[in-house]
């Protein structure tokens, strides 16, 4: 696979939205759209890659588990956690509790058990992108403890 970097500005999605858009206050809707997706780089790249024929992304639905690498993602009491029965060879057990929109670069929220600075189990939260969530195809993982 090559990739390519193409410079993305307002007058090329307005472009392609002005083609897609059939409404009797199409232009204020392109300039909406537009500029939200101008302040967004992967909401942009999102776009561009729809455009250009890549398959839509379907998040997996909340309430999916599935299990993340724990030195890969921001996590608090990381060390803590490295060091706790809930530390599954580098891997967490994860609950998808939201989704934070395709324009997100990380648009999965989970949940996933952690340790305070007493050792007590806590849930705690973080993002990811969808790449870095790994579903729980056999039900295997260690079941979560929330």
């Not at 909406?32 to 302040?39: F, V």
């Not at 999102?46 to 921001?74: C, D, Q, R």
């Not at 990380?106 to 996933?112: G, H, N, T, W, Y």
């Amino acid at each position: 696979m090559s990739y390519i970097n193409i410079k993305v500005d307002q007058s090329i999605i307005k472009t392609n939205l002005n083609e897609m858009i059939s409404h009797s206050n199409k232009e204020a809707i392109v300039n909406l759209i537009a500029a939200m997706l101008e302040e967004s780089a992967n909401g942009s790249k999102v776009f561009i890659e729809y455009l250009l024929g890549k398959e839509e992304l379907t998040l997996p639905p909340i309430g999916s588990v599935g299990k993340f690498e724990i030195n890969a993602h921001y996590v608090s009491n990381r060390d803590l956690l490295l060091q706790s029965p809930h530390n599954l060879n580098g891997f967490v057990t994860c609950v998808i509790t939201g989704h934070l929109g395709l324009h997100s670069y990380s648009p999965l929220k989970v949940e996933f058990p952690s340790v305070n600075s007493n050792g007590a189990s806590i849930k705690d939260t973080t993002s990811l992108d969808h790449e870095s969530f790994i579903k729980d195809s056999d039900d295997d993982f260690e079941i979560t403890p929330f």
